[in-house]
């Protein structure tokens, strides 16, 4: 629906927003968690912390410096002038058939990636954006499908903090993985049982309720079957898997 020049342009200035802040969130999580870790004992090596503190503040410089910038000055200024004057093409589809196209699509993908997982790493990897995607577009399409939409919504809402949660705790092995292998580490207790105290703590916590996301995935899924149910009205509605 939009101008290819307009989204491809606006596109790119999304992408490297979303890589500026994205660092910065990831700090956020990763203290986070490493802070939770540690509260469950007292005997692991708080460096492994302080790391990740001393890299935060270095995510924070630069999200300042850019969001101070003319760049992203720039985009909100687009954004803010695309609301109220969208750049659409001269001519397109009905806007409400695109959205349901789309959200059909984002829905059957998740619901075939769903069928196909094998508890892999790369699998939740895929099965989280797919609800995410499937997210926004039911979100998008809520003005069409009404009241049951929000319930779907919080269903994939819930994929996505438990898959999300299991994402991170992989991106805290990682990190305190690379900081034992650091030269530049200081540690203030023997690097190998640092890491092992660490990695033995984290696989523990990545054991609490893994496999929490299949509910509310497969209650979305009926709530997908079912949205069709007296809405006559929109026969495009009705077709949705």
Known sequence: MLQDQWFTMTGKDL????????????????????????????????????????????????????????????????????????????????????????????????????????????????????????????????????DGAQAIVERFIAIQDSLGHQRDLASVRRFVTEWYDSPRAVRGVDPTDGREMWLASIDAASQINPDVWREPLAEAMVLIDDMGIGRSERADVHELP
């Open 15 to 146: 992408a490297w927003l979303g890589r500026t802040l994205g660092g910065f969130r990831d700090s956020d999580v990763l203290i986070a968690l490493l802070e939770e870790i540690a509260h469950t004992d007292d005997d692991l090596d708080r460096a492994v912390i302080d790391k990740a503190v001393d890299d935060r503040r270095a995510h924070q410089h630069r999200v300042v410096d850019r969001l101070s910038g003319k760049r992203y000055v720039s985009l909100v200024v687009t954004l803010a002038e695309a609301v109220v004057r969208p750049p659409l093409r001269r001519s397109y589809a009905d806007p409400e058939s695109i959205i349901v196209s789309q959200l059909r699509e984002s829905w059957s993908a998740l619901r075939i990636a769903a069928t196909g997982v094998i508890d892999s790493p790369a699998d939740f990897h895929q099965l989280r954006i797919l609800s995410k995607r499937a997210r926004y577009a039911t979100e998008i399409a809520t003005p069409i499908l009404g």
